[in-house]
């Protein structure tokens, strides 16, 4: 579909902005990858493997609506054909994930994941294939650059059999699938057997990019950096991070790069050599896009931020201090409620009644809900099928569903799920607040044998509510009384290893809600909006919200790997610990309890004596306890029979033990005194209630709640956006950075009126004259300027007066320009050679209707180019017009009698009044 991006344009087409110009179907599968090429085709990558080129009359003609949409529809050039060495194609039945126009030199790169090819983008013959990795190039056939001599007859039945191919595929989604599978692993096969590789998925490009120098950079799974020349030659490689890169753009002279765990870099184009790095988002980025002084970043749960050209620079620096000192105007406070709980239900199954004694009344005031259990089936078979599988097991079902009838489905929403072999967490939130909470998420860790098995470890979740990052984790730790260092390795362990998804197929809650077996990435989507990402301090608050690279090694920034449940605003931390009590007798702890005398008892508990010694859980706090120690109790006994407090009447007699703990951490730490929360200390939690539920028999453990009462600094984003256009339009230090950002080298065409004879090369000359700056310049054709003759007057006029509209400023095919975009070093003089060639060749690729409806006998050998220079960070240009016409002689004769005279003379005054008018300027107007 095309859409008008100018209102104006909609309005002159009488078209409404919100519906299409034109729609139709151009494959019969999913279209993964489109471009717009240097000749202003349009061509389409589909899921079959399908390649398909547009030609811009074509689309132009059906925008203006001179022609029904059926004609497009059927009016394309299939370039798989054209792939082709000896009779057999070379270009396999993959997904074309890629397609992006070179412009330097006129070429479209094609190719998914582990296969490219490089096209002409003017003959659109197929001039290498090659393996995306430089050490293994797959195979590189010796393809004929002559054209394929292929009949009408022949070319139809071709087209008719894709017809049928691809529909047949449509109609049974499931078995394109699979036999896209099929035939992905046969020429998997069939690449190892030419060329004695294997397919290496580190090496898989997830993102490919031209650049303004002519090169091409492909972004791989193992986050490696692959540049290429723009002839396909393997130029560097590198390497900042080892995440998955997920999407690449070029600006200027740099290179802007995304990954799956939300972090940006900043490179330099000619050196490689990484800028810059900040954490971006909190989860993957997944495109980037330039628009104006900015580059905006789309994430994958939807957020979308903008981040200056210049980042990083010292105009960071100022902005953030700027921001910070007016953080009072678009800040505010909010307040709620988290009900945190635990319980070792021992592989028992709690009646309703008691969950509602446990829960019902405490959730009444609380906005979040998150309870974690241990111990909910256990056994060699849960912990095979825990390493199987991620879903909820029928147990963990069984339990989500009676903890949400117990707290009321009418007034909570379950937004979150995850099992680890007897290990659950499950997370409820008001429906009141679902607006609010978003990018809700999973993880486990396993600290059991080997670190493998889930006997042992935490399963945990995190939602940003209002911003704010929170975290809950739910945890086993190893038992037994002497077993403290191991608990603390535990700790230390889930601490480091936690990692919520960055992986893709996230749902959404509604169907987390209904399912609630699934544990992949949630999203939460509300009323079109998606809750953006929290931040953890000013710094990212008030401006780029990206940390602070300053104080370390740029070059090793990519190797630092910072624990996930560090950055939370609020972390509470839930479940059976298992720290006992030392030097206590079973005798002794039983007595002291039923006296409720609690200190004597705790000075011994192990945790406070290893979180005192900063052993474990730094940073973290408890509220006060004043509850009986919750382990271990005889299952089903009151306490009317042997214990009167019903703990352990067993041999063992094991000492009771406040084995199951909630701890938390928020913004601030213990030596803060004023408390006030505000940018730098976003959350602020205290304890309003600590207790343990113990009237329930169902476990040897009694569950634990504790309610926090939780404030938050919650920033209006409207507010902000207007006091940083207020700082950037005020502050003079701003305003100088972004004018030395904006300066446009002095640089000099040396023409402004070229005229090429058949087959010969003129050149054009551009001069730096600046130097200490860069100069960036791109070449296109003004639009209009062709003589689209094939089009009505009126339509003509209509078109002329949109000259920035995508598509449009192609080049024609009789015209080669090269390079026609670059990088001019300061000093320097660059040569551009244009070049007329046979353009009546490339009609061969089309039947005689179609050449006589989109050429006909009007082909135009006169064209303006327009030359466009900005600095090196400068989205601002100058432009310098330039008349090119061609001499037509010989065979081409014929074409330019039967061009209509109206248009050439009206074209031709046209360029002439421009070229007299540049002639006559000043010679400050004639520096770009």
Request: aromatic share 8%; hydrophobic share 40%.
């Amino acid at each position: 579909r095309a859409w008008g991006m100018p209102e104006r344009f909609c309005n002159e087409m009488s078209q409404d902005p919100k519906s299409a110009l034109l729609t139709w179907q151009a494959h019969r599968s999913p279209v993964l990858s489109m471009v717009i090429t240097s000749y202003g085709e349009l061509w389409t990558g589909s899921e079959s493997g399908s390649i398909r080129a547009w030609p811009q009359e074509v689309v132009v003609q059906s925008l203006l609506s001179q022609v029904a949409t059926s004609y497009i529809q059927r009016t394309y050039i299939d370039l798989k054909s054209r792939g082709t060495a000896a009779g057999a194609s070379t270009l396999p039945n993959a997904d074309v994930q890629f397609l992006i126009a070179e412009h330097s030199t006129g070429r479209v790169w094609s190719g998914g994941s582990h296969l490219l090819a490089l096209w002409d983008a003017r003959t659109r013959d197929v001039l290498k294939v090659f393996g995306s990795s430089a050490q293994a190039d797959f195979y590189t056939p010796e393809i004929s650059l002559l054209h394929e001599n292929i009949g009408e007859d022949e070319a139809r039945a071709n087209t008719a059999k894709v017809f049928k191919r691809e529909k047949s595929q449509a109609s049974l989604s499931f078995f394109q699938r699979s036999r896209n599978a099929f035939m992905g692993a046969a020429d998997a096969v069939r690449r190892a057997a030419v060329g004695s590789q294997s397919l290496d998925d580190s090496r898989k490009v997830e993102s490919l990019v031209a650049a303004a120098d002519g090169t091409v950079w492909a972004g791989h799974s193992s986050g490696l950096l692959v540049k290429w020349d723009c002839h396909g030659n393997h130029l560097s490689e590198q390497q900042y991070s080892s995440v998955s890169v997920q999407c690449m753009c070029a600006s200027g002279a740099r290179l802007w790069v995304g990954y799956a765990d939300g972090r940006l870099q900043v490179l330099d184009l000619h050196t490689g050599k990484l800028i810059g790095g900040w954490h971006g988002h909190r989860s993957a980025v997944v495109e980037m896009k330039v628009g104006g002084n900015y580059i905006f970043t789309l994430a994958y749960h939807g957020g979308i931020r903008g981040w200056n050209l210049m980042s990083p620079s010292p105009l960071d620096e100022i902005l953030r201090s700027e921001m910070c000192s007016r953080g009072l105007f678009y800040t505010s406070h909010k307040k709620l409620m988290i009900l945190a709980g635990t319980w070792n239900v021992g592989e028992e199954k709690a009646s309703l009644e008691s969950l509602k004694i446990w829960l019902s009344n405490q959730a009444t005031n609380a906005s979040i809900v998150v309870i974690g259990l241990q111990e909910i089936e256990m056994g060699a078979g849960a912990l095979a099928m825990a390493a199987a599988r991620e879903t909820v097991s029928s147990n963990g079902q069984w339990w989500l569903e009676n903890i949400g009838n117990a707290l009321g489905s009418k007034f909570f929403e379950r937004v979150a799920s995850r099992q680890l072999a007897g290990l659950l967490i499950g997370a409820w939130v008001q429906k009141k607040i679902l607006p609010y909470v978003g990018e809700v998420d999973v993880g486990a860790v396993a600290c059991g044998l080997g670190r493998a098995l889930g006997n042992k470890g935490a399963v945990a979740v995190k939602m940003i509510v209002f911003r704010r990052t929170i975290c809950v984790v739910n945890c086993h730790f190893a038992a037994h009384m002497d077993a403290v260092t191991r608990r603390n390795t535990d700790f230390d362990h889930v601490y480091h290893r936690m990692a919520f998804g960055y992986s893709f197929g996230g749902v959404g809650v509604a169907a987390t809600a209904m399912a609630a077996g699934v544990s992949s990435a949630v999203q939460m989507i509300r009323g079109g909006d998606v809750c953006r990402s929290a931040v953890a301090s000013d710094i990212r608050d008030c401006y780029l919200e990206r940390d602070s690279s300053s104080d370390m090694d740029i070059e090793a920034m990519g190797e630092i790997t910072i624990p996930e449940l560090s950055e939370a605003d609020l972390l509470i931390w839930v479940g059976d610990l298992n720290y006992r009590i030392d030097e206590v007798t079973y005798e002794d702890a039983v007595t002291l309890i039923s006296h409720k005398l609690w200190e004597p008892l705790l000075k011994k508990d192990q945790l406070r004596t290893e979180m005192k010694a900063g052993r474990v859980f730094q940073g973290m706090r408890e509220g006060h306890i004043s509850f009986p120690p919750t382990y271990k109790f005889d299952k089903g006994i009151d306490g009317q029979g042997f214990c009167p407090l019903g703990y352990d009447s067993s041999e063992k007699r094991r000492v009771p033990a406040w084995c199951d703990r909630i701890l938390f951490r928020d913004s601030f730490d213990r030596s803060s005194l004023k408390q006030q929360i505000s940018l730098v200390h976003p959350v602020l939690a205290s304890v309003a209630w600590y207790d343990a539920c113990m009237n329930l028999l169902e476990s040897d453990h009694k569950p634990v709640c504790c309610m926090f009462n939780v404030e938050l600094a919650v920033i209006n984003e409207a507010v902000r956006r207007q006091v940083y256009g207020e700082v950037i339009h005020s502050n003079a230090e701003i305003l100088q950075c972004l004018y030395k950002c904006n300066v446009i080298p002095e640089t000099v065409v040396n023409t402004n009126n070229l005229q090429l004879m058949d087959h010969n090369t003129a050149f054009l000359k551009i001069t730096n004259g600046c130097h200490q700056s860069l100069a960036i310049f791109d070449i296109c054709c003004e639009v209009g300027s062709i003589g689209n003759s094939f089009l009505s007057e009126q339509c003509q006029d209509k078109l002329s007066n949109y000259r920035m509209l995508r598509g449009f400023d192609g080049f024609p095919n009789w015209l080669q320009v090269v390079p026609a975009t670059g990088i001019i070093e300061p000093g320097q003089t660059i040569e551009i050679s244009l070049r007329c060639t046979d353009g009546e060749v490339l009609l061969n690729d089309m039947d005689n209707s179609q050449q006589s409806r989109w050429v006909g006998n009007n082909w135009q050998k006169t064209v303006i180019i327009v030359v466009n220079v900005k600095g090196r960070l400068s989205r601002l240009s100058r432009q310098h017009h330039v008349c090119v016409s061609h001499k037509i002689s010989g065979k081409f004769g014929h074409h330019q009698k039967n061009v209509s005279a109206y248009n050439q003379r009206k074209f031709l005054d046209r360029a002439e009044a421009l070229a007299s008018d540049l002639n006559i300027c000043d010679a400050p107007d004639l520096m770009l």
